[in-house]
């Protein structure tokens, strides 16, 4: 999904959205009885790992994942102002729990963390590592997990200023293997490897799958582009034995080539990664029951993007009562204050903005 205001501007993205058949964000920008975090349960979130259809502790109990998107890490460092767009302190994640969500996803620029293609060393490389891995560690003194993903990236010099419809072989697997390197085994980290592939001119495709696993020179795609495979390569190369996410393709709404294209782990700890919105193609419990129930079958399915931009709530009620009764996860963009459509809070304190935040902390408060 896209930043808001000073990433770019929300609203002229999402009508872009609306152009984009299948599209999972902007173009810029079962049941189970044990249970993490958000709805009580055993879950401690430490040792994640994937068993059948299931993601479990390492005390071997159900864990749940629900939680919110975080962004502003993902531009701010590349347009030159800071790394945060608002608060990274421990008030703001306690705001954050407050909600009973158990997950904060951090989308991560490829450039500021590798301090290249003129990021100014004040938002890049070390000192963008180094906030990071501070704002990773107050999400887990607060008993949270963090999920790390790759949001914008770009090919040789250009800078990564927005998103791109693969990863990139110039960059990416090394981003990869120094963020690995740097969380690897810890115990509040999952990595999401990409955050909304959509090769091949944004098809369901064979080719598109293909190039979704392989990368290499694909259709839709203008520079050579680095697949899932390598980049789990790159993760477990570097020791890293963590819990990994894959988006699939058409911005991660489409998972029906996930299980066929799934990339060899040798750590066997894969997930899939969907992304959700009323405006996608699959948007509908038809469309959930003959794509996604199928893949939630055998692999643990974690929405990490989940939201509506009519400012309501209808939507995303019916999206996660159709994934709790199949042990799904969910994570809504987004917690940041932008007066904008998709925005869950008005301010950092957690205070819902509209009905559509109202709705989301509602439901959480009310899981068992």
Known sequence: MAPGPRGSTMLAALAAVALQAGCGGASDGGPGDGDGGAGGGGGSLAGLHAVGNRILDAGGQEVRIRGVNRSGTEYACIQGWGIFDGPSDAASIQAIASWRANAVRVPLNEDCWLGINGVASAHGGASYQQAIADYVEVIAQAGLLAILELHWS???????????????????????????????????????????????????????????????????????????????????????????????????????????????????????????????????????????????????????????????????????????????????????????????????????AGAYGQAYRDHLAALP
């Not at 699959?282 to 129930?293: E, I, L």
């Open 154 to 352: 770009a090919p040789g010099t250009q800078p990564a200023s927005g998103q791109a419809p693969m990863p990139d072989r110039d960059h990416s697997p090394a981003f990869w293997s120094q963020v690995a390197g740097a969380f690897k085994n810890h115990p509040s980290v999952v990595f999401e490897l990409f955050n909304e592939p959509y090769p091949d001119s944004n098809g369901d495709t064979d080719a598109a799958w293909t190039c979704w696993r392989d990368g290499g020179q694909c259709a839709g795609v203008g520079y050579a582009a680095a697949g899932m495979q390598e980049l789990v390569d790159a993760v477990r190369g570097a020791g890293a034995e963590n819990l990994i996410l894959l988006g699939g393709v058409q911005y991660s709404n489409a998972l029906g080539g996930w299980l066929a294209h799934r990339p060899d782990d040798p750590a066997g700890n894969l997930a899939a990664a969907w992304h959700v919105y009323n405006f996608n193609l699959c948007a509908g419990t038809g469309c959930y029951d003959q794509k996604v129930a199928p893949v939630l079958a055998e692999v643990p399915v974690v929405a990490t993007e989940i939201g509506e931009d009519d400012s309501q709530g209808q939507f995303i009620e019916t999206l996660m009562d159709w994934l709790d009764a199949r042990g799904g996860g969910y994570l809504a963009w987004v917690w940041d204050t932008w007066n904008t459509p998709l925005v869950l809070i008005g301010s950092y304190d957690g205070t819902p």
